[in-house]
């Protein structure tokens, strides 16, 4: 029986498997057109664009150098990339995670690991890391679920937690035509990718 396709065709030309993806097989520019692409919470937000994954992950790697100013530029660069994985298997909100269960985190890890290395960082981020990540990540998510996705305060605060007022201080989404957020992406990697 002929086995189900498991790759994908990047504009690079690249072929990622996604059973077994290698670092040969990434590149930055598919990965930040790829995130420039995807959309945040499932498209349901306000605007005349959608919030992107890429924007998405400029702001968590904003918001972890916030919270983490002494934090490397390999943990920053990690922070940008933290969601890089999306840009093949898209952003599933965290019920459809759940409903799909660990399979999903499966794919994720490995792709994830496939792009740590490609850019120099180790496959697995230490856990203390990741935990930073994901709070500059909840940080982010309040952001947007109250400027954008039209939750209340209240209900953001339940979900991700009250961020520090100091931390968010002065931050406003704006929603940006897809190519110049990926030109932006395009542009942190570069920076940070310079800087290691």
């Known amino acids: 029986m002929k086995q189900p396709r498991a790759w994908q ?9 996604l ?11 598919d990965i930040a057109h790829g995130l420039a692409f995807v959309a945040r919470w499932n498209g349901q937000t306000k605007g005349d664009y959608p919030y992107s994954v890429a924007e998405h992950s400029l702001l968590v790697e904003q918001i972890f150098r916030v919270i983490q100013p002494k934090a490397p530029v390999k943990w920053q660069l990690a922070a940008l990339l933290h ?7 898209g952003d599933m909100i965290s019920p459809v ?18 792009i740590h290395i490609r850019f120099g960082l180790p496959a697995q981020v230490p856990v203390v890391v990741k935990k930073q990540i994901k709070k500059a990540d909840k940080i982010s998510a309040w952001l947007e679920a109250v400027q954008i996705a ?6 953001a605060n339940k979900l991700f937690g009250a961020p520090n007022p100091a931390v968010i201080d002065g931050i406003t989404l704006r929603l ?9 992406f395009t542009k942190r990697h570069a920076e940070l990718m310079a800087e290691l």
């Open 9 to 17: 065709r990047m504009l690079s030309g690249r072929r990622l498997d």
């Open 19 to 29: 059973l077994d993806p290698t670092p040969m097989d990434i590149e930055i520019e």
């Open 83 to 89: 969601d890089g994985p999306e840009y093949v298997i």
């Open 97 to 114: 995670k759940n409903a799909v269960g660990p399979g999903y985190r499966t794919l994720d890890d490995r792709l994830m690991a496939a």
């Open 150 to 155: 039209g939750f209340t305060r209240t209900e």
């Open 176 to 184: 940006r035509p897809p190519v110049e957020v990926r030109q932006d």
